[in-house]
């Protein structure tokens, strides 16, 4: 399942990126928002997003989600004060391939602002494709962050 969360200025994207979705087979849930309203806050969407991802990944389910704002930053920081999201700003296909590949990246974000529409849609496709390595180095490092995690 993917997970995708927008704010106002991620919304036309975010609306694209579900036509994608259904084009390439996948599964999608829209946590929000629903429609184009100028004065909403990205921080609720991120939740949102981060919360559905965590609990399908607690219960061993693959999630991945995808969250759009306009410099993809601030959504993105957002998303990481969830336990178990691993979301970063991407700004080329290769990296979030690296980024799944290495990190286990299962949060996208995207800049509306920045990058353009075709950009985007490649770097999410990318990103939905990825397969995690699991290599002992990768898995190592990911207990390091749990460590950071639990212990702050």
């Known amino acids: 399942m993917i997970y995708l969360g927008s704010d106002h200025r991620g919304f036309a ?25 100028k004065d909403d ?19 061993g389910n693959g999630a ?3 969250l759009i704002c306009g410099s993809g930053v601030g959504i993105d920081i957002a998303a990481n ?3 178990g999201v691993r979301a970063g700003t991407i700004s080329e296909p290769e ?6 590949h290495d990190e286990n990246l299962n949060v996208l974000s995207l800049s509306s602002d920045f990058l353009s529409e ?21 898995e190592r490092r990911l207990e390091e ?6 212990n702050n």
Request: no cysteine.
């Open 13 to 37: 994207l975010k609306e694209k990126l579900k036509t994608k979705l259904t084009e390439w087979g996948f599964d999608y849930e829209d946590v929000g928002p629903f429609e184009y309203n």
């Open 41 to 59: 806050d990205y921080p609720i969407f991120a939740a949102a997003v981060g919360k559905a991802v965590a609990l399908s990944l607690s219960k």
């Open 64 to 66: 991945k989600g995808v």
């Open 81 to 83: 004060k969830i336990d």
């Open 95 to 100: 990296q979030a391939r690296a980024s799944v």
């Open 118 to 138: 075709d950009k985007a849609i490649e770097i999410a496709k990318a990103f939905l494709e990825a397969k995690y390595a699991k290599e002992e180095r990768y």
């Open 145 to 150: 962050i749990k460590d950071i995690e639990a």
